[in-house]
């Protein structure tokens, strides 16, 4: 029993995910600069962005979420975030890096100031972490420990997934670092053999010039 507590425990703490919180400064709408926060997702994977937006008057604030291809696919947007808690939900084509980029501008005829800021708090739910568990128990019946039993094995599966994740970065680490041993291995000793090639090249070269000179016999 204590060691599926222990268990129960350290999974809960790995699964635990920090928000982020900031303060938002506003700009005037030509010198506006994105503010990006990005989050590595696997392909296929269910996504929701959690924006809680502080009140901001004479703001108006942006946020575009999108991949890190090459052409930057825009997965979720909204143009102005009002004040409260917003969700963004979303499913990925492909892995890599998930960003969520805020642009705080302000109204016509304001010019930026220390008091024209919002305080933006935001949380990434990725797999198990978007599930609905209260309404997965009403639909499905579940008791409590059932419930629980239920999240732990959501969550256990995303643990061996990134841990999969992570072992094919490895080896794919391992073979980039092998591959290229083997070719400075080759230039190395393509680098001596030319060395020693004109090495000879130039004693036998003075060997006879000096002879032609007459300098040796």
Same mark, same amino acid.
């Given at each position: ?127 198990? $972490? ?6 997965? /128990?009403?639909? #499905?019946? +579940? @008791?409590?420990? =059932?419930?629980?039993? *239920?999240?732990? $094995? ?6 061996? /997934?990134?841990? #999969?994740? +992570? @072992?094919?970065? =490895?080896?794919?680490? *391992? ?14 000793? +393509? ?27």
């Amino acid at each position: 029993m204590v060691y599926v507590v222990t268990v129960f425990l350290v999974i809960a703490f790995l699964s635990s995910v920090q928000g982020i919180k900031f303060e938002l400064p506003a700009q005037v709408p030509e010198d506006a600069v994105p503010f990006c926060i990005s989050h590595y997702v696997d392909d296929e994977t269910h996504v929701v962005v959690k924006v809680k937006v502080g009140p901001g008057p004479h703001q108006k604030t942006l946020l575009e979420i999108t991949d890190d291809s090459e052409h930057q696919n825009q997965l979720w947007r909204k143009d102005s975030l009002s004040e409260g808690r917003q969700l963004a939900s979303f499913l990925t084509k492909r892995a890599g890096d998930v960003f969520a980029c805020f642009t705080n501008v302000l109204a016509d005829g304001y010019k930026p100031d220390s008091r024209y800021t919002r305080v933006v708090d935001i949380d990434f739910d990725i797999g198990s $972490e978007t599930i609905d568990y209260e309404k997965l /128990a009403r639909e #499905e019946r +579940l @008791k409590p420990m =059932e419930l629980e039993l *239920r999240k732990l $094995e959501d969550l256990v599966k995303d643990i061996i /997934a990134n841990m #999969e994740h +992570l @072992k094919e970065r =490895e080896e794919k680490m *391992r073979n980039t670092n092998e591959s290229t041993n083997e070719r400075v291995k080759y230039f190395s000793s +393509l680098t001596m053999f030319i060395l020693v090639g004109l090495g000879l090249w130039q004693i036998f070269y003075l060997k006879r010039f000096f002879r032609k000179k007459r300098l040796i016999d």
